[in-house]
């Protein structure tokens, strides 16, 4: 068995007990554990001159070596190229996407300090594994420094539609720099067809239905592979004592009203103000429904630097205020909305307790919380997913009643349709999502990437 190299901007490795750890960070721990792999990526730290000095430690039977970055690092690259250019563009958001030549330049900078320090610690066998848009040309970066190993990037987020990626100064060197990997992974076909269309369209290379194009002499693999999550481990916590007292008390909180809701990260991709607009809508078109009915939206903030992370902030306090405003009443709020994390049995039981879950993002590569929703419900009297037909979920999750966030009226009728569904329609929707997220989980997500890249040869001299 190969050794595997997981490189992603950040490194999470485990933490002793899993209660608060992503699928994400559980899985590649059992994977780099086996093949006693490597997990490299940024500390998150800053120091005011990069030196390549790596921070090696070992968690739970988990290698991870991290560098820090300069703060003009983090402004230029991560602030910068990764949160303000490739994730709006990425996201559809053209609007929103600053194409600044000192980002670009942070970004290039960064991934070949990435190259420099990581070099060192490959040995000819290893796999190397690259996460996400951070990292786009790193795989070149370490080409150029010699390395033959078989190489594979994933995408964590949308690929964006030739017309929209043609925005992007540089551009074309960007998708080329891909082709330094020899699998490339999308979590969807809808993602997986824009990168062909551009690839045909715009650089005039040819791709086979099996996703194989040949460039300079070498064979690069495109998939689609959509991650799952750790639904054994969701199930398990939505099982606990712990979250069988949260489940408890969020119950008598709820005090007998319908409770619907939203877990997201506070940002713009995942169309939360759109959503409160929705349900106000559902509650003008439904007064018979006012005092029953509560929307619970756990959102905490994330890339408080970023201005349009802030602006966001602001008008969803000023949209759920308004709502509050125009429909409590003394014994009421329709939308109780907090910033706060919490951990991973609390959220299962919220899951559990909500008889909707409201997953509607403008546009997602994946989105999680859409699945976890899934595997924390109760078989015998399970709630109802709203699902967006832009989150690469919908893919998979087919009996979700699935919506476009665009439309308040859409995402207001799916609302009622979910608050008057009988058990019987709730079951029947909810196996087949249930056995979908139980067997495209996040362990076969990764040995599924896994084994298309060690089935890959290594690049010859
Ligand atoms: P994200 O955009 O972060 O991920 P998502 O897939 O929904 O989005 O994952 C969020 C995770 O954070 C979930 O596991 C959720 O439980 C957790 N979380 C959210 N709010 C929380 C809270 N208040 N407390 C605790 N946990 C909370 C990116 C892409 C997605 C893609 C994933 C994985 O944008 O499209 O699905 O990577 O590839």
Known sequence: ????????????????????????????????????????????????????????????GVATATIDLEPQDTDEYYNGYANRTLWPLFHYRI?????????????????????????????????????DYHLIPLGLALRRRECRNRMGFFLHIPWPPRRLLL?????????????AYDVIGFQTADSLDAFVDYVQGELGMFVGSDGIIHVAGRVVKLITCPIGIDAA??????????????????????????????????????????????????????????????????APPSRVEVNSYQEIRASLEA???????????AEWVPIRYVNQGYPRDELAAMYRAARIGLVTPLRDGMNLVAKEYVAAQDPDDPGVLILS??????????????????????????????????????????LPLMANVEREDVTWWMRRFIAELADMRRAVA
């Open 1 to 60: 068995m190969s050794r595997l190299i997981v490189v992603s901007n950040r490194v999470s490795p485990p933490t002793g007990g899993n209660a608060n750890q992503g699928g994400l960070a559980v899985a590649l721990a059992s994977a780099l554990r086996e093949s006693d792999g490597i997990w490299f990526g940024w500390s998150g730290e800053e120091v005011e001159r990069f030196t390549g000095e790596i921070d090696y430690q070992r968690n739970d």
């Open 95 to 131: 609007d929103l996407a600053e194409y600044e030549r000192s980002f670009a330049g942070g970004y290039a900078r960064v991934n070949s300090r990435f190259a420099d320090t990581l070099r060192p610690l490959i040995e000819p066998d290893d796999l190397i594994w690259v996460h």
């Open 167 to 179: 925005t992007l100064p540089s551009h074309a060197a960007l998708v080329k720099s891909l082709f």
């Open 233 to 298: 481990g969701f199930r398990r916590a939505a099982d606990d004592p712990a979250a069988r007292a949260a489940h408890e008390a969020m119950l008598e909180s709820a005090n007998g009203r319908a409770m619907l809701i939203g877990v997201d990260r506070l940002d713009y991709s995942k169309g939360l103000e759109e959503r409160f607009l929705a349900y106000e809508r559902f509650l003008a078109a439904h007064p018979e429904k006012h005092e029953q009915v509560f929307l619970l939206q756990i």
């Open 319 to 329: 949209v759920s205020g308004r709502i509050n405003g125009a429909y409590a009443s």
């Open 389 to 430: 037909r832009f989150a690469g979920a919908a893919e998979q999750l087919r009996e979700a009643l699935l919506v476009n966030p665009y439309s308040a009226e859409d995402v207001a009728d799916a609302i009622a349709a979910a608050l008057a569904m009988p058990r019987e329609e709730r079951i029947a929707r909810w």
